[in-house]
């Protein structure tokens, strides 16, 4: 069983301080052009400016690598770049064989179950992907990025 995928109270977080930040910038921006005041331009261009820092850091914090990570490796599992994790993570004697399952059964079948019994005469080719795929996920060279979710 799948588990289900959502976006981290952190990301909406750091999505509401990026928004609020340049929404204060703005209304300065603009109240200053308005008035022509000098140091309401300065205090302006010193925001602008030193958001820049801060915006980058926040919409490098908005994304979720965990998620990223598991569905690069969803789509690239049954590919070549991933033959060393299949041979290291799946059952043995399944790397090559019933574990290379595409997800949701490729472009050339409904479903896992439909690839797994036209290729192996088995049914069960789903659920060896996904506990080889939970596995890798946990125990990932990777590591690190999925952390990587202020």
């Known amino acids: ?26 209304i300065i921006g603009l109240h200053s052009s308005r008035k022509v005041d000098i140091r309401l331009l300065i205090l302006y261009y010193w925001m602008s400016l030193i958001a820049i820092g801060p915006l980058f850091l926040f919409s490098i914090a908005c994304v979720d690598f965990k998620n990223v990570l598991r569905g690069w490796i969803d789509h690239r599992w049954a590919t070549s770049e991933f033959v060393w994790m299949r041979q290291f993570f799946c059952e043995e004697g399944t790397g090559d064989a019933e574990c290379t399952v595409p997800a949701n059964g490729g472009h050339l079948f409904p479903d896992e179950a439909a690839w797994c019994e036209a290729k192996y005469q088995k049914s069960n080719c789903g659920e060896i992907r996904e506990a080889a795929e939970q596995v890798s996920l946990t125990f990932s060279p990777s590591k690190p990025l999925q952390r990587a979710n202020i």
């Open 1 to 26: 069983m799948k588990e289900e995928r959502t976006t981290g109270l952190s990301t909406y977080l750091t999505q509401a301080v990026i928004g609020i930040y340049t929404l204060i910038t703005s």
